[in-house]
């Protein structure tokens, strides 16, 4: 069993920065991040996986970074240009296995954490 724990989470006005932080209990072989805002569906945002691939969703492609450090089990999101449409609960979650070409589904991770409140002011 492994555990997550984020952090990070605020309120920031559009255009600034925010970096979230995601420990784990123990070794995964992907972690990533997803974001869930009120009435939508969970959303893929991020992954960074074995041997250092990275994932990210169109949506914040360019604007959003991944990393990780593996001597501590946590990965990093940088999110800088924020925008209002980023306002959400992120969760990271991680996996074990390689769930191959279905990195984007929340289907395919194994664990959660209880998710980190960002909202991005207009």
């Known amino acids: 069993q492994v555990q997550l724990v984020e952090s990070g989470g605020g309120l920031v006005q559009a255009g600034g920065s925010l970096r979230l932080s995601c420990a784990a209990s123990g070794r995964t072989y992907a972690m990533g991040w997803f974001r869930q805002a009120p009435g939508k569906e969970r959303e893929f945002v991020a992954v960074?996986?074995?041997?250092?691939?990275?994932y990210y969703a169109n949506s914040v492609k360019d604007r959003f970074t991944i990393s990780s450090d593996n001597a501590k089990n946590t990965v990093y999101l940088q999110m800088n240009s924020l925008k209002p449409a980023d306002t959400a609960v992120y969760y990271c979650?991680?996996?074990?296995?390689?769930?191959?070409?279905?990195?984007?589904?929340?289907?395919?991770?194994?664990?959660w954490g209880r998710g980190t409140q960002v909202t991005v002011s207009s």
């Open positions: 960074i996986r074995g041997g250092g691939y990275t």
């Open positions: 979650a991680a996996d074990r296995a390689d769930s191959g070409a279905y990195y984007n589904a929340a289907r395919a991770y194994e664990y």
